[in-house]
């Protein structure tokens, strides 16, 4: 019996240093982390870095944590006003947060090169990141972003598959801008400032994140195919379902193109898992992870082996 409480104590202990969850101050501004492996990083390795989605706490990533963390070092965070990073007065642009990662990064001594993994908003952020900083990047891996390949046309070509014409459809997406301002408004300012953010970017047709191609290095793009609207949430003007699946199509098309204009691009599909497919499918995103780090040694090194 003895045996086993001092067993059990000593995996409590293995799991708290494991994980090291903490808050740093960054630029005068209280940050919440989650660092796993960085003691023992060794000279060159590419650290996995995680950007979550629209008002979603760095929390939401830890059923691959421990998977990814068994092939590289990793660093997690809050962006501020989101979970439990205390809110700044501070618009959560693209280059804002691009630049704000990089002193977190640096606050924690970490020289490049870093693998961004993005999911929803957190993949239009490292996206962008590739733009401001990417003489730091080993990688990118990016689950289900905000469409940054989209513009206003694209957004039509969905409907498409219901045969309306373009005034019925530019009505309804109007009806969808609407609903999210209004759901904007009623959020917490932190909250609200990403979606303001990510409005405008679409407003302009993502021409921040168009002005500079990639670099590179291996990109990824993960896209979950459930459908997941609950029933009482379903229109009853048209389905639902159908188009989900026209945006799917469509979507797949632009990120292949955008997979193609580098030279280690993949794109993985998993019909198992809704949007966040890193929680559905888990072992989808550590494979990403390891092929990622494969390649970035490939590209450097010139070595198949």
């Not at 019996?1 to 001092?6: A, G, N, T, V, Y």
């Not at 997690?76 to 205390?86: A, C, L, M, Q, V």
Request: charged share 30%.
């Amino acid at each position: 019996m003895l045996r086993h409480i001092f067993i059990l104590i000593c995996l409590i202990y293995a799991g708290s240093a494991y994980s090291q969850k903490r808050f740093v101050l960054v630029d005068g501004v209280q940050i919440r982390i989650n660092t796993i492996g960085l003691e023992d990083r060794k000279k060159g390795q590419p650290v996995v870095v995680f950007e979550s989605g629209h008002g979603t706490p760095m929390d939401n990533w830890d059923k691959v944590l421990q998977g990814i963390s068994e092939l590289a070092p990793l660093v997690t965070y809050d962006r501020p006003g989101i979970g439990e990073s205390p809110a700044i007065d501070e618009m959560p642009t693209i280059k804002n947060v691009a630049d704000r990662l990089v002193k977190i990064l640096a606050h924690l001594k970490l020289p490049p090169p870093f693998i961004l993994v993005g999911h929803s908003l957190g993949g239009l952020y490292v996206r962008g990141f590739a733009n401001y900083h990417p003489e730091l990047l080993a990688g990118l891996i990016i689950i289900d972003p905000a469409d940054f390949t989209e513009t206003l046309k694209n957004r039509r070509d969905y409907y498409e598959v219901l045969g309306w014409e373009n005034a019925k459809i530019d009505s309804l997406i109007q009806v969808f801008i609407d609903i999210r301002k209004e759901r904007a408004d009623q959020a917490p300012a932190s909250i609200k400032r990403e979606s303001e953010v990510l409005e405008e970017q679409r407003k302009k047709e993502f021409a921040e994140i168009k002005a500079l191609d990639l670099p590179n290095i291996p990109v990824h793009f993960i896209m979950g195919g459930r459908f997941d609207m609950p029933e009482k949430f379903r229109s009853k003007e048209y389905n639902d379902e159908i188009l989900f699946r026209s945006k799917i199509k469509h979507r797949l098309l632009r990120w292949t193109d955008v997979i193609q204009s580098v030279d280690k691009g993949m794109l993985f599909y998993s019909a198992d898992a809704g949007h966040f497919v890193h929680y559905d499918d888990p072992e989808l995103l550590i494979s990403s992870v390891k092929i990622v780090l494969h390649d970035y040694n490939i590209l450097k090194n010139g070595d198949e082996d």
